[in-house]
């Protein structure tokens, strides 16, 4: 699914109009409306802080979302290779993927950051982790579905177990890995946002839940959650991007 | 013989599950030579064609390429399947230069690469079969978005520009319709009045092996209780016309008798 720069602006102009419409619901039905303002009210707030002080917290967790997706890439896509292409190694660890797998890693997270400390490490390493396994099971699949005639002919043509890497799994797992990371880049973001809301002083998770929220600054809170937003759609548009760019044989 | 090119001495081969392909088999090729391998489905001459190129390793016996015994893919020894032997994330002209690139990516080391042979300029040599084999406009096409022979032209294109001088093919043509697949043949029969290019082709078609093999081995069903695998010479193959001669149908019909009675 890639998007083309027209329905991507239509989108935004449908999400404003939206917006504007349940502002003015809000301010009819509720009986405290600051709670729900209109866009124009946050944009103004938005782009008179992003410069400043929320630019910053977006900063610090883009750099935190984006550390955690390169070590999760660079870890997984290794490991996943060589469990795809050793059925020995993928027997004796396939059971525990297999349990690893579905269980929500963000329980770990007080454990984790007993571990590694309240800073970024904890919330990076959270991330990582949850991303991994997703990269991981979708490498070693696509790794194990190779079909053994582009094998065998690679092999013929001089290449020894290195050059099978470099010039068949690497670029054969690439889609799969933009598509794992397309489908759980939400999902990291929304861990973000939960390990940014306590214990931390930087973030837009706590920009959100501390700086605005338990102050009741809605403006703010909602140029927070606007600042998240694009977040997440700024890398939903580096991995479409990156997908149009490898994957045009498809 | 010390010149053959290819030699298998007593050679065995069995899969890991314990079926046995090949027993005590033997079998000389001499450089130069077009031979062809036919035989019923299950008959193991994929698996000898897989030995010869270094892919599987025999589990008794010997089989010696160019004098030297084969432990791994020999790099002037070239092999065509029938399909996905191409990259399909990479252009005709990247799939055609994919053997230049791994050499490079090695260097010159005699395992991957021959020692002492320069490697040739990647893009006049793509660029010199690219047209050669009349496919210079899909340079920049992707496997799957051109037709069957089109996609065996890049892979013979592939492995010609390693200069080989064995060429061994696996059914090559055999998903291909009648006409695209006379034309390879008559390629192929090109490219061995031009050099010497010994080739061996697996099919499982009368017709080809009889256009292409000046020697026909054909193997038994189970080539393992051996004996019955024999040599047919069709020494007049190798012209473009042999297709239409009386010879040509005379062998046919005989290689279809012999077949029947394997």
């Known amino acids: 699914m890639v998007m083309k720069w027209r329905d991507a602006l239509f989108g935004l102009l449908a999400t404003m109009v939206i917006w504007q419409l349940l502002a003015w619901i809000a301010l009819i039905a509720l009986p405290t409306p600051s709670v729900f303002p209109p866009p124009t009210e946050v944009l103004t707030v938005f782009f008179s802080l992003i410069f400043g002080e929320l630019g910053w917290h977006f900063l610090v967790s883009a750099w935190r979302v984006i550390a955690a997706i390169a070590i999760a890439v660079v870890l997984a896509v290794p490991i996943g290779l060589a469990l795809g292409q050793m059925p020995f190694l993928n027997r004796l660890f396939s059971p525990l993927i297999y349990i690893a797998y579905p269980i929500p890693k963000i329980v770990f997270l007080p454990i984790i950051m007993v571990l590694l400390g309240a800073k970024d490490a904890s919330k990076i390493f959270i991330i990582s982790l949850i991303l991994f396994f997703q990269i991981l099971v979708v490498v070693r699949d696509e790794a194990t579905q190779l079909r053994p005639e582009l094998i065998m002919s690679v092999r013929s043509i001089g290449a020894g177990r290195l050059a099978l890497y470099r010039f068949v799994y690497l670029p054969a797992t690439i889609p799969a890995v933009l598509t794992a990371l397309r489908v759980s880049v939400g999902t990291a973001i929304a861990v973000l946002f939960f390990a940014e809301s306590f214990a931390t002083t930087s973030g837009l998770g706590y920009y959100i839940l501390i700086e605005a929220w338990s102050t009741l600054r809605y403006p703010e809170m909602y140029a927070g959650v606007l600042a998240m937003s694009l977040l997440g759609l700024f890398l939903y548009f580096v991995i479409d991007g990156l997908e149009k760019w490898l994957t045009a044989w498809k | ?262």
């Open chain 2, 1 to 262: 013989m010390a010149n053959s090119i290819i030699r298998l001495i007593d050679v065995t081969f069995a899969y890991p599950n314990g079926t046995t392909i090949l027993k005590n088999f033997s079998l000389t090729m001499l450089p130069g030579e077009a031979w062809a391998v036919i035989g019923p489905s299950g008959c193991g001459k994929s698996t000898l064609l897989y030995l010869m190129a270094g892919l599987y390793q025999p589990s008794g016996g010997q089989l010696l390429v160019d004098g030297q015994p084969l432990s791994r893919p020999r790099p002037k020894t070239g092999l065509i399947l029938q399909d996905y032997g191409l990259l399909p994330w990479s252009t005709v002209q990247d799939n055609i230069a994919l053997g230049l690139d791994i050499r490079r990516f090695y260097g010159p080391d005699g395992k991957h690469a021959p020692i002492g042979e320069p490697l040739p300029n990647r893009l006049s040599q793509v660029n010199y079969w690219l047209k050669r084999l009349g496919i210079d406009h899909l340079a920049h096409h992707y496997p799957n978005q051109i037709s069957g022979g089109q996609r065996q032209r890049t892979a013979i294109a592939r492995t010609l520009v390693l200069n080989p001088d064995v060429l061994l093919m696996d059914e090559p043509f055999g998903a291909l319709d009648a006409l695209t697949r006379e034309g390879l043949q008559r390629l192929i029969l090109e490219l061995r009045s031009e050099g010497h290019l010994t080739t061996v082709i697996v099919t499982h078609s009368i017709e080809e092996a009889v256009y292409l093999g000046q020697k026909i081995l054909l193997l038994p069903f189970i080539s393992a209780n051996l004996g019955g695998c024999v040599i047919v010479d069709n020494s007049k193959a190798g012209s473009a016309d042999y297709r239409q001669t009386a010879d040509f149908f005379f062998n046919c019909n005989r290689l279809r008798e012999i077949l029947e009675t394997l």
